[in-house]
Every structure is written in structure tokens, then in C-alpha cells.
């Protein structure tokens, strides 16, 4: 071995390796500090409380049941501090900081170069990408709750580092490792899928061979199946029926609808395929990208793309292959509506993305600083000026992700369930309200002598509102609840305000006013919330008091509730959306046509706001434009027919009885028991004849 003064360059990639690992650990420790401070105390929106329930119950969340990710928090729940729900809020903090770290190592596979490396610039930089990207206002965000998601980047920076190993190392072992993990990672989320074609391409294009080696593939299917075979939890706890349930019985049937996630086939692509409305998908998928942080900052990302691509094709492929998938791919295959909720709903998904943009971004900063050391010398400020691109994002995006005192999904779920007389059956439908109730009923035990049954699948048993009707009559001598109006009630009975919910009493019975300074949200235009569905529970708040008010003849002061709401909403399109709808009902024309003007500016591409519109437009008497508006809905909703209705009444006022009578029958072919549609027809055509 040559030595140079006593020191050899074994010694050297030692001193080296010792180095890189121990940055590895401070990367690590400072997202986790970082997730640990902004961490939510308690259970969060969303699907935060229904995972909270089924981990510590080891039940089965919904489709596909994520078992990896209960047992994983199962474990979590033993942790000596902290009430259950922030147990299994630290499963997301940590799991976010492994991924932080695989980031690091990716960046600095990425960024070392084969000669004798700089002692401390690869790392430097690889550092600064890892907490860039641990750094983004998403991926933070997925970090502070019981979320699935940071579990699954972690599989995804793990794999992916796993794979550049195997370009570079071609050894056998890596793909058998990475077979298992990706069989085990599926296990906690579907869209790790994307690694069979990345990893088959790679093979094919490095070690064609393999892909004829029978004994290999047998090898590779067998660790992969067995870490599919994470999924036989599904029927080893269904036959215990734990409390947190979805639904799935003790069958194969059963737990092979679950798991291929069956129940959501009705969910499918929203609209038509179309050029648009890929163009549309694709323009909200850059938007968010520009949210995780400047846009001015990801010029870093082009600028790695091009200098990875003449440094390391492979790497490069392997990356770009990723992010392709990722993003255009996701947006083909889901082809999602480009409403306000869908928008919200797909941004977890692009988290791999952003992962693979943070790696070009890393590349891009290395070349950049590289230049400038090197033309201007800049040696001793390139330490500042590398860490202050993810010190900017941190400052940008804690308040938005700081989570420390959130404690309001909590609060609600408990004001819910204090509307409730003892002994009392409630009835929820929405997310939100049924995951929050699961958390405080299955695993804090709130409220023993209160039933929660849902009227979607959920973790509770579930009544189809169809069958409201009947329970609700064979169940009077019970105080009953709903945070919905839209049920059939049983003769002489009728849902009436309560606080925050409706109650089912009789026709003429006067319901006790709620005590609403008792509740512990008691002043909703108060508290801080930046989350859409934070502040849909907000407005929920103002929204009964409005109702109550309209249930006592006080209109105006009922108004004043409601204008609170939109306040409130502020950029939130979809509770703009959500009032607009209320407005319509209520007949109030000029109301409606204000909110839903305002989630027009906020959400352009939206259809529930196109319909919205053009129904508002329609009432005040605008036919020719209600018309438009409502042709373009259709083309998004062409099984909507509530727009295919409205379309035949703004046809009809402008005289224009065949298309009119045609988008009736429409509707009629999709909702048979639109008995108004069939008393119009008949009207048009003698408008027609005469």
C-alpha cells in the first residue's frame, strides 16, 4: 500500500467512509429534530385517526389495508411517552428522516466521482439536497401526522439507492434484497409498482442475460413474494374482528377485493381522456412542484439534469426513468378531475417526484458551487452558501407545517360526540368526521354509551343511508344524530339542527338549543389553519349556526353566519365551491354567484365550479351562458345528472326544445327516478308542437 508522510489511502477511504456515515446521522438527527418540533400532539385530519385505530388495534385500515404500516406502528405504540396518537405520529417523523438520509446517500452516490474524492465537498452538497428535499412544504407536511406516506419514500429512496449500487457493483445479492423490499414495500402502498419496469429495464439494458437466468428469476419471484406475503395479515386479523374494521371478512374474496382495492373501481378516470385535460393535469402537477418550494430555486434542477446526463448516464436514466413514472405516468394512468379536492388528494402521490427533482437539484448545486470555487475561489463562503437554500425552505415552510399545538381535529371529534344525549346513535358521513370519531372512540374510549355507525365504509359498522329509513324507525326510543341532511326520515319526523349535528325528532318538537360556548372550539375565525380540511371543520362551526338561524326565520342574521364561512374559506376554492352549492338550494342566486365567481379565480379548471356557475347564471336569467358553462362541465361529468338536468332547463328557456328534451332523456338514462325531467319532456314537446 503507498504511503505519503505515514498515511496511507487505505487509511485515507477509511478517515473518508467514517465521515460520510457519521454526516448520514447528523442529516438524519437534524430532520428528526426538525419533525420532532413541528410533530402533531394528537390525531390530524385526514386519515390520521382511522391508521391511529387500526395500528393499535392491529385492524385493517382501508383498501389496501396497508399491514406493513400496522404492524410498523403497532410497535410504535409500546414507545414509553406520549399519548397513542403521538406514538404513532413519531412512525411518520422517523420514517421521514431515514429517508432524508437514503436522499444523502443517493446525492452522494451521485456526486462522487470515480479519481480520489474532495474530502468534504460531495458530502456538502449531498447534504444540502437531502435536507432540500427534507425540507419541502409536502413531504414536512407528511412528517408531523399518522400518515403512510413517508413510510413509502422511504422504500423509494431505499430502492432506488439500491439499484444505482447494483449498476455500479452488479452484484446478484442487490436484486435479490431489492426484490424482497419492493415485495415488502408494496405491502404498505401500490405505487412502488413503478420499480418492476424500472429495475427490469436497467437489467436489461446492464446484465441482459439475467432475464433468461430461469434460476435467477425463480430466486427474485420467491423474495418477492415473500415480501407480498405481508399482505396475509389481512385474513389472520380478520378473523379476529378487531375493533377498527373496514369491512373485510375472514374470505379470500373478501380480502382480495380489499387489497386490489376494488371498492374505488367506481373511481376511476373522472372524465373523457382528452389532450386538455391532460394539459390541465399537467399544468396543476408544476404548480405544486413550484409549491414545495421558490420557483426560481429548481433552475438547480434543470441544471443537474443536463450535467448528471454527461456525467453518469446511467444514473441519470435510472432518476429520469423514476420521475417519469412518477409524474406523467401517475397523471395518465389516474387521470384526475382538476377539482380543488382532487388536487388536494393527488399531492401526496407526487412525493417520489419531488424526490427525484431534490436529486437533480443536489447534482445542480454541486456544479454550480463547483464553478464558482473554481473561477472566483469562493472556498471559504461555499459552507454558507449551500446551507442557506434549505435554511430558506425551512423558514418558508414551518409555519405552515408546524403541528406542535394543533390540536383542533381532536377538539372536534369531541364537540361532535358532546352534542350527543347519553346513549345516543350517530350516523357520519365524510372522511374527516368518521376517522376523527374512530380515533377517540376505538383507541381514547370517548364516550362508551354513544354508537357511531357510517354511512360509507369506514371503520365503524356501516348503514347505507338507503336503509336510514328503516333503523331510524325501528330505533325511536334512542336520541339519533347525523352530520348530514340528506336522509330519508321516518313519517312525521324530520333532521333538525343541534349544535353541530342534526337530530331526528319529531315534526313540531322543539330541539334544545345547543350550549355552544361549552364546545371546545368556541371561537372558529379565531384559530390558525392553513389545511383545506382544517378549515372545512372551521367553517362547519358557522355553517350550523347559519343553519340554526334559518331554522329560526332569522335570515339575516343567518346570512351574517355565512359570510363568516366564506372569510374563513379565504383561498380554500372548494369551501368557496361548497357555499356556492348551499347558496343555490337556498335560492339565494346572487350569494352563489359571488362564492362560486371567487372559486372560478381560485380554481379555474374545476367542473363542480363550472357547474356551480352555470346553474347560478341559469336562475338569474343568463341563459346563453349557463348554457356554455354547463356544456363544458358535461364534458368532464358526462354521467353527472344534475348538469345534464340544469342543461335541459337552460335549453328550454331559450326556446330550444330539442336539445332540451335531449339532455332529459339524458338524464332520465342516468337517474331513472328524475321524475321532473319526465313532466318537463312532456311539457317541451307541446311547447314544440305549438
Known amino acids: 500500500?503507498?504511503?505519503?508522510?505515514?498515511?496511507?489511502?487505505?487509511?485515507?477511504?477509511?478517515?473518508?467512509?467514517?465521515?460520510?456515515?457519521?454526516?448520514?446521522?447528523?442529516?438524519?438527527?437534524?430532520?428528526?429534530?426538525?419533525?420532532?418540533?413541528?410533530?402533531?400532539?394528537?390525531?390530524?385530519?385526514?386519515?390520521?385517526?382511522?391508521?391511529?385505530?387500526?395500528?393499535?388495534?392491529?385492524?385493517?385500515?382501508?383498501?389496501?389495508?396497508?399491514?406493513?404500516?400496522?404492524?410498523?406502528?403497532?410497535?410504535?405504540?409500546?414507545?414509553?411517552?406520549?399519548?397513542?396518537?403521538?406514538?404513532?405520529?413519531?412512525?411518520?417523523?422517523?420514517?421521514?428522516?431515514?429517508?432524508v438520509g437514503m436522499v444523502y446517500l443517493i446525492l452522494l452516490h451521485l456526486l462522487r466521482k470515480k479519481e480520489a474524492p474532495s474530502?468534504?465537498?460531495?458530502?456538502?452538497?449531498?447534504?444540502?439536497?437531502?435536507?432540500?428535499?427534507?425540507?419541502?412544504?409536502?413531504?414536512?407536511?407528511?412528517?408531523?401526522?399518522?400518515?403512510?406516506?413517508?413510510?413509502?419514500?422511504?422504500?423509494?429512496?431505499?430502492?432506488?439507492?439500491?439499484?444505482?449500487?447494483?449498476?455500479?457493483?452488479?452484484?446478484?445479492?442487490?436484486?435479490?434484497?431489492?426484490?424482497?423490499?419492493l415485495g415488502l414495500g408494496i405491502g404498505n402502498h401500490h405505487t412502488l409498482l413503478v420499480f418492476g419496469p424500472l429495475f427490469s429495464s436497467v437489467v436489461l439494458l446492464e446484465e441482459p442475460f439475467l432475464l433468461k437466468d430461469f434460476r435467477f428469476l425463480g430466486k427474485a419471484i420467491f423474495l418477492l413474494g415473500l415480501g407480498l406475503s405481508v399482505y396475509l395479515y389481512l385474513p389472520l386479523r380478520a378473523l379476529a374482528r378487531p375493533d377498527a374494521n373496514w369491512g373485510v371478512l375472514p374470505s379470500l374474496k373478501s380480502v382480495f377485493y380489499h387489497i386490489l382495492m376494488l371498492q374505488y373501481r367506481d373511481l376511476g378516470p373522472a372524465a373523457p381522456r382528452s389532450v386538455s385535460l391532460y394539459l390541465e393535469e399537467l399544468v396543476s402537477f408544476f404548480q405544486t412542484c413550484a409549491e414545495q418550494g421558490v420557483p426560481l430555486l429548481w433552475v438547480f434542477s434543470f441544471l443537474g439534469f443536463w450535467r448528471l446526463y454527461s456525467k453518469d448516464a446511467r444514473g441519470w436514466f435510472a432518476a429520469t426513468f423514476l420521475f417519469l413514472e412518477t409524474s406523467l405516468l401517475l397523471i395518465i394512468v389516474v387521470n384526475f378531475e382538476t377539482s380543488s379536492s382532487s388536487l388536494y388528494l393527488m399531492r401526496p402521490f407526487y412525493l417520489p417526484a419531488w424526490m427525484v427533482l431534490s436529486l437533480f437539484w443536489g447534482v445542480g448545486i454541486s456544479e454550480c458551487f463547483s464553478f464558482l470555487t473554481q473561477r472566483f475561489h469562493f472556498t471559504r463562503s461555499?459552507?454558507?452558501?449551500?446551507?442557506?437554500?434549505?435554511?430558506?425552505?425551512?423558514?418558508?415552510?414551518?409555519?405552515?407545517?408546524?403541528?406542535?399545538?394543533?390540536?383542533?381535529?381532536?377538539?372536534?371529534?369531541?364537540?361532535?360526540?358532546?352534542?350527543?344525549?347519553?346513549?345516543?346513535?350517530?350516523?357520519?358521513?365524510?372522511?374527516?368526521?368518521?376517522?376523527?370519531?374512530?380515533?377517540?372512540?376505538?383507541v381514547e374510549h370517548c364516550r362508551p354509551d354513544v354508537e357511531v355507525f357510517g354511512l360509507e365504509s369506514g371503520p365503524f359498522g356501516k348503514i347505507q343511508k338507503k336503509n336510514f329509513f328503516k333503523f331510524s324507525s325501528e330505533h325511536q326510543e334512542f336520541p339519533i344524530y347525523s352530520n348530514t341532511r340528506t336522509l330519508s326520515t321516518p313519517s312525521g319526523f324530520q333532521l333538525k339542527t343541534n349544535g353541530l349535528l342534526y337530530q331526528l325528532v319529531k315534526k313540531g318538537t322543539t330541539v334544545p338549543k345547543a350550549v355552544w360556548e361549552s364546545y371546545r372550539v368556541r371561537d372558529p375565525a379565531r384559530v390558525e389553519a392553513d389545511d383545506l380540511f382544517e378549515k372545512?371543520?372551521?367553517?362547519?362551526?358557522?355553517?350550523?349556526?347559519?343553519?340554526?338561524?334559518?331554522?329560526?326565520?332569522?335570515?339575516?342574521?343567518?346570512?351574517?353566519?355565512?359570510?363568516?364561512?366564506?372569510?374563513?374559506?379565504?383561498?380554500?376554492?372548494?369551501?368557496?365551491?361548497?357555499?356556492?352549492?348551499?347558496y343555490i338550494s337556498m335560492g339565494w342566486a346572487k350569494e352563489g354567484l359571488a362564492s362560486f365567481q371567487e372559486a372560478l379565480r381560485l380554481n379555474p379548471y374545476d367542473p363542480e365550479v363550472w357547474k356551480g356557475l352555470g346553474i347560478v347564471i341559469g336562475q338569474l336569467g343568463h341563459y346563453q351562458e349557463s348554457v356554455r358553462l354547463l356544456e363544458r362541465a358535461v364534458e368532464r361529468r358526462p354521467t353527472d345528472s344534475e348538469i345534464t338536468f340544469n342543461l335541459g332547463v337552460s335549453y328550454g328557456n331559450l326556446r330550444q326544445f330539442d336539445r332540451a328534451i335531449f339532455w332529459w332523456r339524458r338524464t332520465l338514462f342516468l337517474n331513472p327516478l328524475q321524475h321532473t325531467a319526465v313532466e318537463n319532456i312532456q311539457k317541451a314537446k307541446v311547447f314544440s308542437a305549438s
Open 382 to 442: 461555499l459552507v454558507v452558501g449551500c446551507l442557506v437554500f434549505p435554511l430558506f425552505l425551512f423558514l418558508r415552510n414551518f409555519p405552515l407545517n408546524d403541528l406542535s399545538g394543533h390540536r383542533l381535529a381532536e377538539d372536534f371529534g369531541r364537540d361532535l360526540l358532546d352534542t350527543i344525549r347519553p346513549r345516543g346513535i350517530l350516523f357520519v358521513s365524510g372522511d374527516d368526521p368518521h376517522f376523527i370519531l374512530a380515533y377517540l372512540k376505538i
Open 119 to 181: 474530502l468534504k465537498r460531495p458530502i456538502l452538497f449531498a447534504c444540502t439536497g437531502a435536507l432540500f428535499y427534507g425540507f419541502s412544504r409536502d413531504f414536512w407536511s407528511q412528517a408531523v401526522s399518522a400518515e403512510v406516506y413517508t413510510l413509502n419514500t422511504f422504500f423509494f429512496a431505499l430502492l432506488l439507492y439500491l439499484l444505482l449500487r447494483w449498476i455500479e457493483e452488479k452484484k446478484k445479492g442487490i436484486l435479490f434484497l431489492s426484490a424482497y423490499l
Open 536 to 582: 372545512f371543520i372551521l367553517t362547519r362551526y358557522f355553517w350550523m349556526k347559519g343553519e340554526a338561524r334559518l331554522e329560526e326565520g332569522n335570515q339575516e342574521e343567518a346570512r351574517k353566519e355565512f359570510r363568516a364561512v366564506s372569510t374563513l374559506a379565504g383561498t380554500q376554492g372548494f369551501i368557496h365551491t361548497q357555499l356556492g352549492i348551499f
Open 1 to 99: 500500500m503507498e504511503r505519503f508522510g505515514g498515511f496511507s489511502l487505505r487509511d485515507f477511504s477509511k478517515s473518508h467512509e467514517k465521515l460520510e456515515q457519521f454526516f448520514f446521522w447528523i442529516t438524519c438527527f437534524i430532520s428528526f429534530a426538525v419533525y420532532l418540533r413541528t410533530l402533531c400532539p394528537t390525531v390530524y385530519i385526514g386519515d390520521s385517526g382511522e391508521l391511529i385505530a387500526a395500528a393499535y388495534t392491529l385492524g385493517i385500515a382501508h383498501p389496501p389495508g396497508y399491514p406493513l404500516y400496522c404492524l410498523l406502528g403497532k410497535g410504535f405504540t409500546f414507545l414509553p411517552f406520549g399519548n397513542i396518537a403521538y406514538r404513532i405520529n413519531l412512525l411518520s417523523a422517523f420514517f421521514a428522516s431515514l429517508t
